[in-house]
């Protein structure tokens, strides 16, 4: 890392004194890019070729959110490149690449003592952590937040080193050339491509400060029905529409070996007994590999790895079993009576409180992630080092992770990031990685002669039976509320106070202590058990300015590892608050746009979300037997948060088996501050109400002794293209900064469906899925 005289200048303000930002700032770190044949490498984001390929770095996870479009896309505006000449590698962990928002929100988890000792004390220890550690991980919508200036810096001071390059070459200032469409431009029709330049353009002193351009990516917002060409399409689509992209179950090496596993009932189980033989009689078995707590075959093809872990009949113990039964009784009962931490206090806080007005309790099930493609990591072992190939959340902690298991240095682990097909924050955890290595060196063992590569791939029934579902959550909320006017209907309703009060696991200290202590998920379990966990109930605060708030959460051991799924605790909280607002309304005949819009207070960029909503999906006041049902949520907290509103429209039917719902509409404005690729955006909005739906419609996975009941994919239910309803996607013009869109929509859609199945059937499902029950 090169340091310059503004660099310190700017450590010592913010840290308060020069030793201590001198002591937090990194001492160096490796570029992590290597030149091909004929390419040049201009910092840790790109390498330029002398056929004038540009080819950007990109430092998180692509697992269909467009994040291999999006960086790459910034660094070409900055540096002025043909978008057809922009190509992309994933980049490996590295200390260049350090995630510093998410290390800061997550500090709780990797620091739980220093975390929260100020503002600034937690930048400068983030910053430290997530440059030492490689903390580069893809979680929380961070993407645009950790790199947009980063990948901007890098695009810009290449641009300057290019030009400086052709100005001395032609004998002009390098202030006065063009640089646009990946050509440089000076006077007298002066022409030279980047990759004429590239190679002493490299050379060159790196400018600090870069010269950005004036005005960072920007695309407006087009009317919903509008139907123009991206000005910056995805770089991986052609190879995802002719299959040619290779996710971590495409990758093939000479003389590979194939793997599947057995896991037993939870993470507490161990196996007791296997019959090998039966194994080694499958046709194609090379090797039996025993774990403490699963049992692995190897094999010339998968197929014959799966036949014979059904021969062997694996038997495990069951520790601490898991029940869909006992998870309920437990979460109502400390509920009820169980100790509680505060989490939230605005406004005259508890006091504020004299009476309860309205009391209603929301339950919310476990929901698995599920990912189409499985877990799944290639690995060999030579030599005392490792190389992985494996598509990870969270890159740096599945190396190590690796390493550990194998008792070598993380350096002697080379990682080989794949994109996901798919991962919803579940290839933040990463046994697959650890179980993969373990087996790659028992295949070294087996074959001294030569190093064989094995892919180790989850069946379907270990990607369920082994997964950590978004937790459970039991929630109790409370209202007083104003009295109406007498003789005039409709003006009571007004909250007063609001009190919410959380039963759930501690989920995010589990996984905290999972990711960043290496601890067992029965021993996570343990450790945090009781303990206060403000990121698992983000969200509980909602975007009304109410006069008094309270926000409690009673930590639950269920006995099931739990950990992160799309939308995390806002998935469940937006559920509950915007459930009971309805209901707020409902009896106090008020309608349901105007009661919220009468809570707002001074927040524009919601309001103008919710008027956009009711626009787009004809609000008609949500009247009974109407079908429709409002929504709205803020993801975050502050000014910045992105907001977002949402209309569905929804029949049900009480008369057929079970049960029946069809969601025909959801109709959307979101406002994620500035846009910077307006395509992938609307992508991002659509797949996350579809996510939401089936979050709220689809079958909730059922446990037996730690087990799953059902470990077939077909019986989760979840929503195909023909159970997509019409959805329209509106954004709102902001100068807001940018935020990630990936989550807002799967938090906003349940229960923008539950109110709009109210208003259909004349029922208020307040458990979620909501077909839980039937109708």
């Not at 032609?170 to 431009?185: D, H």
């Not at 995802?240 to 992209?245: F, I």
């Not at 500035?674 to 446990?703: C, K, S, T």
């Not at 799967?746 to 979620?768: C, D, E, H």
């Amino acid at each position: 890392m090169k340091l310059s005289r503004r660099g310190i200048l700017t450590g010592a303000a913010a840290g308060g004194g020069l030793l201590v930002a001198w002591w937090l700032l990194p001492r160096t770190y490796h570029n992590p890019l290597t030149p091909g044949r004929g390419e040049d490498v201009f910092g840790a984001w790109l390498r330029i070729g002398e056929n004038s390929v540009v080819t950007v770095a990109v430092p998180q996870l692509e697992m269909g959110q467009g994040v291999t479009t999006v960086l790459p896309q910034l660094v070409a505006m900055e540096l002025g490149a043909d978008w057809r000449q922009v190509a992309i590698e994933p980049a490996p962990p590295s200390g260049a690449y350090p995630n510093l928002p998410l290390a800061q929100k997550w500090a709780p988890l990797w620091d739980p003592v220093a975390a929260g000792l100020s503002d600034t004390t937690d930048e400068l220890l983030a910053a430290r952590f997530a440059r030492e550690t490689r903390f580069n991980a893809t979680a929380e919508g961070t993407t645009l937040a950790a790199y947009e200036d980063m990948a901007r810096e890098a695009g810009a001071a290449a641009r300057a080193m290019l030009a400086q390059e052709a100005a001395e070459r032609w004998g002009m200032a390098w202030e006065e050339l063009t640089i646009a469409e990946g050509l440089v431009r000076g006077g007298d029709g002066l022409i030279a491509t980047f990759g004429e330049l590239a190679s002493g353009a490299a050379e060159r002193a790196v400018p600090d400060p870069a010269p950005l351009r004036p005005e960072p990516a920007r695309e407006e917002p087009l009317a919903v029905f509008a139907d123009a060409a991206p000005a910056f399409p995805r770089i991986d689509l052609p190879a995802k529409v002719d299959g040619s992209l290779q996710f971590a179950g495409d990758v093939r090496l000479p003389g590979m070996l194939h793997a599947s596993i057995r896991h037993g009932p939870n993470a507490g189980a161990e196996l007791t007994g296997f019959d090998a033989a039966a194994g080694y009689g499958v046709p194609g078995v090379v090797q039996v590999v025993e774990g403490r707590r699963w049992l692995a075959a190897v094999a010339e093809t998968w197929w014959s790895a799966e036949r014979a872990l059904e021969a062997m009949n694996p038997q495990f113990t069951v520790s601490y079993p898991a029940g869909s039964a006992e998870i309920p009784a437990r979460l109502g009962l400390m509920l009820e009576n169980g100790a509680s931490f505060r989490i939230a206090e605005t406004g005259f806080g508890a006091e504020g409180m004299t009476r309860v007005d309205l009391a209603r309790r929301y339950e919310v099930e476990p929901h698995l992630a599920a990912p189409l493609e499985t877990a799944t990591a290639t690995a060999r072992f030579a030599g005392g080092r490792l190389e992985l190939w494996i598509a990870s959340q969270a890159s740096e902690s599945a190396r190590r992770a690796a390493a550990d298991a194998l008792g070598i240095a993380a350096e002697d682990v080379a990682l080989y990031p794949m994109p996901a097909g798919g991962s919803f924050d579940a290839r933040l955890e990463h046994d697959h990685a650890i179980e993969v290595a373990l087996v790659a060196r028992e295949v070294a063992e087996r074959f001294p002669e030569g190093a064989r590569a094995v892919q180790l791939t989850w069946p379907r029934r270990s990607e369920l039976t082994h997964a950590r579902p978004r937790p459970p959550a039991w929630m109790l909320l409370g209202a007083q509320l104003q009295p109406g006017v007498p003789g005039s209907p409709g003006t009571g309703g007004a909250i007063d106070a609001l009190r919410v009060r959380i039963a759930c696991p501690p989920a995010a200290l589990e996984f905290g202590r999972r990711l960043f202590g290496g601890l067992t998920p029965w021993a996570a379990i343990r450790e945090t058990e009781g303990k206060k966990d403000p990121l698992a109930c983000t969200g509980a605060v909602p975007p009304y300015q109410l006069p008094s708030l309270v926000v409690e959460h009673v930590p639950v051991e269920i006995s099931l590892p739990v950990g992160r799924v799309r939308g995390n605790a806002d998935s469940y909280t937006a559920f509950a608050i915007e459930s009971f607002i309805d209901e707020i309304a409902q009896q106090s005949g008020r309608e349901p746009l105007s009661y919220r819009m009468a809570m707002l207070g001074s927040d524009i960029r919601l309001a103008a979300c919710l008027q956009r909503a009711a626009q787009l999906g004809d609000w008609d006041g949500g009247a009974s037997g109407s079908g429709q049902g409002l929504a709205c949520h803020r993801l975050g907290d502050g000014p910045d948060a992105p907001r977002i509103a949402c209309v569905a429209t929804a029949r049900g039917s009480a008369g057929e088996s079970g049960g029946g719902v069809r969601v025909t509409r959801l109709s959307v404005a979101v406002d994620i501050g500035r846009i910077v690729n307006l395509d992938i955006a609307r992508q991002q909005i659509e797949g996350g109400l579809v996510f939401g739906l089936g979050m709220a419609l689809a079958r909730a996975p059922r446990w037996r002794s730690g087990l799953p009941a059902s470990v077939d994919y077909a019986d989760l239910d979840l929503p195909t293209l023909a159970d997509c309803p019409e959805i329209q996607v509106d954004f709102i013009a902001s100068e807001a900064p940018p935020a990630d869109p990936g989550e807002i929509g799967a938090v906003v859609a349940p229960p923008a469906i539950a109110n709009a199945l109210f208003s259909a059937t004349g029922l208020r499902l307040r458990r979620l899925p909501l077909l839980s029950d039937g109708i």
